[in-house]
């Protein structure tokens, strides 16, 4: 049985389509969603999808009580589902090489503190970008900067903005983040 955990903070579109994706598949299941931000519908599909949801508060996630009932987990695999929180060291060393993260642009473009969802797209598009695309990468002790697994690219038009280019990148990351969550899995 290989075990995840998925990690959210806002509309978990990417959660759920990991959740589909699994649904079929009887060796791969999704013991918890930990989420910290109460108004996040990631909240509301989990329980649709029937998964226990773990809230987290800043202090209980960088407790090492929370490590601690992580490690009894023996995940698999944590994944980062747009999860907006760093990871504390403690929790990358119980499984180090065992979370993996999707970034909205080709990092190291367009990462670290402050980037993330709607606020990369805008960036991307003011600064007449002709690429963005995903990237799907290991996480470490640095912000946005762990090892990489996949990058897809996708072309921006001329009358791109930051939502067109969001729908793009929406696209790319329900293609490519499960099946790479399930390499992971299988050979790794
Ligand atoms: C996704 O686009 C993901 O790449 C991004 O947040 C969005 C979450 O959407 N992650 C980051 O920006 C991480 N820095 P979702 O909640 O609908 O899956």
């Not at 969603?33 to 809230?55: D, F, H, Q, S």
């Not at 209980?60 to 987990?73: I, R």
């Not at 060291?89 to 080709?106: G, R, T």
């Not at 696209?171 to 399930?182: G, K, M, S, T, W």
Request: glycine share 6%; aromatic share 10%.
């Amino acid at each position: 049985m290989k075990r995840l955990s998925v990690f959210v903070s806002g509309n978990g579109t990417n959660l759920q389509r990991i959740a589909e994706y699994f649904a079929n598949t009887p060796d791969v299941e999704i013991v918890n969603v930990v989420c910290n931000n109460p108004k996040a519908y990631a909240i509301e599909r989990a329980k649709n999808l029937g998964i226990p949801v773990r809230m987290v508060t800043k202090a209980t996630f960088s407790s090492p009580e929370f490590t601690q009932e992580m490690a009894n987990l023996k995940l698999d695999l944590i994944v980062l589902a747009g999860f907006l929180w760093k990871i504390p060291a403690s929790l990358i060393q119980v499984y180090p090489h065992q979370i993996v993260n999707i970034h909205p642009a080709l990092l190291p473009k367009y990462g670290g503190k402050g980037f993330y969802g709607e606020h990369v797209h805008e960036a991307v598009v003011a600064a007449k970008e002709t690429f963005s695309g995903i990237t799907i990468h290991y996480v470490n002790e640095i912000y946005d900067n762990g090892e990489i697994l996949l990058q897809a690219y996708v072309a921006l038009t001329e009358k791109e903005t930051p939502d067109s280019l969001a729908a793009k990148i929406h696209h790319l990351e329900q293609a490519y983040f499960p099946v790479v969550i399930e390499q992971i899995l299988r050979y790794t």
